[in-house]
């Protein structure tokens, strides 16, 4: 079974910094997909940036970026120019290709101080 | 374009009570899921559906029921509700399964008393 792991239960940064948040999976499957979401207080689930494992290139959506390091099985998201509005849980998760299940980590709670 | 809606947003029950928890969908996605949050957690899926007429189990089932009797709408029904049950409910919708994004709806909080 697939798992994912959230290192992280707290972080904050300043507005204006740069924050990464670590995840690491573990899964036996070639074909699979990475998600990263975000949690607002709202409790509205936003997806925020999503990665193919077929994929060597990184993917970037904006000031969201991620380090995709397959071997390892990490997967981690830089927040660039961290803005007040960034203040949310972040989820990390994992589905294998074909799959209805998407698998989520515990969440990262993540604060932006102004 | 609505997305994906969810009522009501909050609900308490006493134990024992029954209710069904709204999802309707306005972006023609075949597939809908219904997960729930417990706290400090990440989500569960609890039943999806890949179609009008067709529903399936997901890891965590017992003590719901659902039915998709159209493309738009996924309720989610609690039958004898228990305090095991007091969780956050999300909807979710996709176009395809297994490779497309899942979209998801606010969100409602339930309380079982």
């Known amino acids: ?14 507005e204006a910094e740069t924050v990464t948040l670590s995840c690491t999976y573990d899964t036996s499957e070639s074909n699979y997909y990475l998600f990263w979401y975000k949690q607002p207080p709202s409790r509205q689930m936003i997806l925020v940036i999503r990665q193919e494992a077929y994929k060597q290139q990184n993917a970037t959506e904006n000031r969201f970026s991620v380090n995709f390091q ?20 972040y989820f990390c998760a994992f589905m294998k290709g074909g799959s209805e299940k998407l698998v989520f980590g515990k969440g990262t709670k993540l604060t932006v101080n102004p | 374009n609505a997305g994906v809606t969810q009522t009501p947003k909050f609900r308490i029950l006493k134990i024992g009570q029954s209710m069904t928890l709204q999802c309707t969908q306005d972006m023609n996605h075949n597939y ?11 989500l569960k899926l609890i039943y999806y559906s890949v179609g009008a007429g067709i529903t399936d189990k997901g890891e965590v089932p017992n003590g719901y029921n659902v039915s998709r009797s159209t493309t738009e ?23 395809t399964l297994g490779v497309d994004t899942q979209y998801f709806g606010p969100g409602t909080r339930l309380t079982v008393l």
């Not at chain 1, 697939?2 to 904050?12: A, C, D, G, L, R």
């Not at chain 1, 397959?70 to 203040?87: N, V, Y």
């Not at chain 2, 809908?32 to 990440?42: A, F, I, L, S």
Request: proline residues 6%; glycine residues 4%.
């Open chain 1, 1 to 14: 079974a697939q798992t994912v792991t959230q290192s992280q239960p707290e972080m904050s940064v300043q």
């Open chain 1, 70 to 89: 397959k071997a390892a099985k990490s997967f981690s998201l830089k927040i660039s120019d961290s803005q007040l509005g960034d203040t949310a849980m």
């Open chain 2, 32 to 42: 809908m899921y219904w997960y729930r949050q417990d706290p400090g957690m990440g």
């Open chain 2, 73 to 95: 709408d996924f309720p989610l029904r609690l039958e004898l509700a228990a305090p095991s049950q007091t969780s956050v409910y999300f909807c979710a919708s996709s176009y």
